[in-house]
């Protein structure tokens, strides 16, 4: 070969390395791009079980209540009153930094029949971007609180914002939490109006579901016994039951 073919192969050369690497580079990019997006998708998507099998039935015809968030020492006795004097019995899931000033309340919970369960002790919404050590001890923490005021509390955890991940997850086979979700999510956090939030509520729980609540929202307490009602009249049953 002559200098200049020699130049020009090796310029050829240095050229289709070049694009192959910055199309591979693009490729990889946009490849680390998707699974980051769907990893953080399954962490958010509660339902896909990717990281932490979850509970999402109640038993056959009945409907399991759930409130999240509390105790709320306005809320929560409010909430207790309108199950008791219709006969039905619900689920809580609690934060731990909240038990602390509301022991016979969450005493109150549990002697009336409901199910107890954890909700973390900080509820911090930055949990997913902590490590593992620090997601375990706040999980353990939350549980290990509600055990001092009702050591018959059972092993369920319900995740914060429905996040799961895999710190997530060995921190609930270290503390043995059984994850409890949901089947239908009333959003009572964000919504204002309560006849449509009730008019939701009524169009989407059928049998078997277990509904998302919060006992420390005003708009929740005001439609309850409403929607406890209208429960009963399909011939529900609403009974802390998981399936
Ligand atoms: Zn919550």
Redesign the pocket.
């Known amino acids: 070969m002559t200098k200049p073919q020699v130049v020009f192969g090796v310029a050829i050369l240095a050229a289709v390395t070049i694009l192959l690497t910055s199309v591979s580079n693009y490729y990889l990019i946009a490849l680390m791009v998707c699974v980051s997006l769907f990893l953080f998708g399954m962490s958010m998507f509660l339902r896909a079980q990717f990281f932490v099998k979850s509970i999402f039935r109640s038993s056959e015809n009945n409907v399991l209540l759930s409130f999240?968030?509390g105790p709320d020492p306005l809320n929560t006795p409010i909430v207790l009153d309108i199950l008791k004097k219709n006969g039905a019995t619900a689920m809580f899931?609690l934060?731990g930094k909240k038990l602390k000033g509301n022991e016979a309340l969450i005493r109150r919970i549990h002697e009336e029949g409901h199910l107890l369960g954890s909700?973390s002790f900080s509820?911090d919404p930055k949990m997913g971007l902590w490590d593992k050590a620090r997601t375990a001890a706040d999980i353990e923490k939350g549980h290990e609180e509600l055990l001092k005021i009702v050591p018959g509390a059972g092993d369920w955890y319900?995740p914060?914002?429905g996040l799961t991940n895999p710190n997530i997850a060995a921190a609930l086979m270290k503390c043995g939490l059984k994850s409890i979700g949901w089947s239908v999510r009333s959003f009572d956090t964000v919504k204002k109006d309560p006849t449509k939030l009730l008019d939701k509520l009524t169009q989407e729980i059928k049998g078997s579901d277990i509904v998302l609540l919060?006992d420390t929202q005003d708009i929740t307490v005001s439609l309850l016994e409403t929607l406890i009602l209208e429960l009963k009249s399909r011939n529900l049953t609403l009974k802390a039951e998981l399936n």
Do not use: E, L, T
Request: hydrophobic share 30%.
């Open positions: 999240d968030d899931f934060i909700h509820h319900r914060p914002f919060h």
